[in-house]
């Protein structure tokens, strides 16, 4: 499967985007996803991550309650909705899928398929 990210841009502090990750290649069924960020000089941050059916979600501290991790199996697409946008939040977004996906992880090592960044800044 290959992933391709999209949705980022340039928001005000407070503000709402809706990232995408499309799937193909592959059922995105088959997969759990996970997001992840990183700034210049730092390493990759989990953000948020679900299981294959989307029933399970889990969440970084710095975005629970703000965040919002979904997908669309019959689309083979996943979601971040994120809303409350700090300026802290400006980074580059991964999206990232790991086989199986029964479980969740958070670490970036158990992903195993990667999309492409897209960068999101929240600044005034």
């Known amino acids: 499967v290959q992933l391709q990210a999209s949705g980022g841009g340039l928001v005000p502090p407070g503000g709402s985007l809706m990232l995408s990750c499309v799937a193909s290649?592959?059922?995105?069924?088959?997969?759990?996803m996970a997001w992840f960020r990183q700034t210049l000089g730092k390493n990759l941050e989990f953000i948020a991550a679900?299981?294959?059916?989307?029933?399970?979600?889990e969440y970084s501290d710095s975005v629970k309650g703000r965040f919002t991790i979904s997908r669309d199996n019959e689309k083979n697409t996943g979601y971040l909705q994120m809303s409350s946008l700090k300026t802290e939040d400006t980074a580059v977004y991964f999206c990232?899928?790991?086989?199986?996906?029964?479980?969740?992880?958070?670490?970036?090592?158990?992903?195993?398929?990667w999309g492409q960044g897209t960068q999101v800044t929240v600044s005034s």
């Open positions: 290649g592959h059922t995105l069924s088959a997969y759990g």
């Open positions: 990232a899928a790991r086989p199986g996906g029964y479980y969740l992880h958070n670490e970036a090592r158990h992903y195993n398929i």
């Open positions: 679900d299981t294959w059916s989307g029933g399970a979600s």
